[in-house]
């Protein structure tokens, strides 16, 4: 990764709260096996595609960079009282893959700091 692409944080959520987020896959235009998944949310934007916008203005992302930012679908989250419960979908991005959110918040946290439980349609985990 460059220096630029090293600075964005791997997750980057608003502390508690219900809000919207998504998923970044982050690619090398170059080398094909330099990504990475990052998880961006905030209840400050009201879309999915609001998150991204914010994230692009931020990190100052064009698309002259060397690398490619693509969502890869969106959800909800809520972090309340050591739980965090993951589910739904983007309506401009479709679903996530929450299960991977929930590990990289797990590996992120630590395992056991928070009670995380996510939906797929009607099943719950």
Same mark, same amino acid.
């Given at each position: 990764?460059?220096?630029?692409?090293?600075?964005?944080?791997?997750?980057?959520?608003?502390?508690?709260?219900?809000?919207?987020?998504?998923?970044?896959?982050?690619?090398?235009?170059?080398?094909?096996?330099?990504?990475?998944?990052?998880?961006?949310?905030?209840?400050?934007?009201?879309?999915?595609?609001?998150?991204?916008?914010?994230?692009?203005?931020?990190?100052?992302?064009?698309?002259?960079? @060397?690398?490619?930012?693509?969502?890869? &679908?969106? $959800? +909800?989250? /809520? *972090?309340?009282?050591? %739980?965090?419960?993951?589910?739904?979908?983007?309506?401009?991005?479709?679903?996530?893959?929450?299960?991977?959110?929930? @590990?990289?918040?797990?590996?992120?946290? &630590?395992? $056991? +700091?928070? /009670? *995380?439980?996510?939906? %797929?349609?009607?099943?719950?985990?």
């Amino acid at each position: 990764m460059e220096e630029k692409e090293k600075k964005i944080p791997e997750i980057e959520l608003d502390k508690e709260g219900k809000f919207k987020y998504i998923q970044i896959k982050i690619t090398s235009k170059e080398k094909k096996d330099d990504e990475r998944i990052i998880l961006q949310g905030t209840a400050s934007c009201k879309y999915h595609n609001d998150i991204y916008k914010a994230f692009t203005e931020k990190y100052n992302i064009t698309e002259n960079d @060397k690398y490619n930012y693509e969502v890869l &679908g969106g $959800g +909800k989250m /809520e *972090i309340k009282d050591n %739980k965090i419960h993951i589910h739904g979908e983007s309506s401009v991005y479709g679903p996530c893959d929450h299960e991977l959110t929930s @590990k990289m918040l797990e590996k992120h946290f &630590g395992k $056991g +700091k928070y /009670e *995380i439980t996510w939906e %797929k349609g009607e099943e719950k985990k």
